[in-house]
Structures are given as C-alpha cells and as structure tokens.
C-alpha cells in the first residue's frame, strides 16, 4: 500500500475521501440530490487523474472491476444512470463490496 500513498493526495485534492485495502481502493463522495451529476463527474474525472498516476508509475487502473452505487433513499429516484471514466460509461450496481477497516 506504500506505493499507491500517492493516489489518496489525488483523490483527496478533488474533495473526494478513499479508502485502501491491499489492492483495492474506494473513492467516495456525498452530496445534495440536486448535485449528483454535478459529484459524477467529479468522481469520474478523479478516478481518470488515479488512472493517469497509475500509468505514469506502471501501475494499471482494472477498468472490467470499476463499480458504482448510489447509496440514497428509495424515494430519490432522479439520479444520473453511469458515470462516465474516459471513453467507459459505468453504471451503477444493486451491491457492492466494502472493505475492511484497518
């Protein structure tokens, strides 16, 4: 988890907040139901900036194990379908995994 220390500064620099278990990281982010488009593109341009550090320290970002869920009332049901990470629209999943805490 050394190497990828770096990745939580971008992360964090977008106001977004991450969490890391060995190989594995969470990006998250909370807002206004009025703003989720506008926090979709924001966690789709911070994991294309995670992307770009990865590469840059031959790292690569496993696109086929991106997952996305909203975590909101059932009642909000106006939410953005996919978020988009470069050319990749990602839509959202009914679960996901979460990791443990350290």
Not at 19 to 35: E, K
Not at 48 to 58: F, I, K, P, Y
Not at 73 to 84: A, F
Request: aromatic letters at 6%; proline letters at 6%; a neutral charge.
């Amino acid at each position: 988890m050394l190497y990828t220390t770096a990745v939580v500064t971008v992360i964090e620099r977008r106001g977004l907040s991450v969490h890391q278990y060995a190989d594995d990281t969470q990006v998250y982010g909370r807002c206004h139901p009025n703003d989720a488009t506008s926090l979709c593109r924001e966690l789709g341009g911070c994991i294309e900036q995670v992307a770009c550090w990865m590469s840059a320290n031959r790292l690569q970002l496993n696109a086929a194990k991106t997952e996305f869920l909203w975590l909101v009332p059932l009642r909000l049901q106006l939410l953005p379908d996919h978020l988009v990470v470069g050319p990749v629209q990602v839509a959202p999943v009914a679960s996901a995994w979460c990791l443990p805490r350290q």
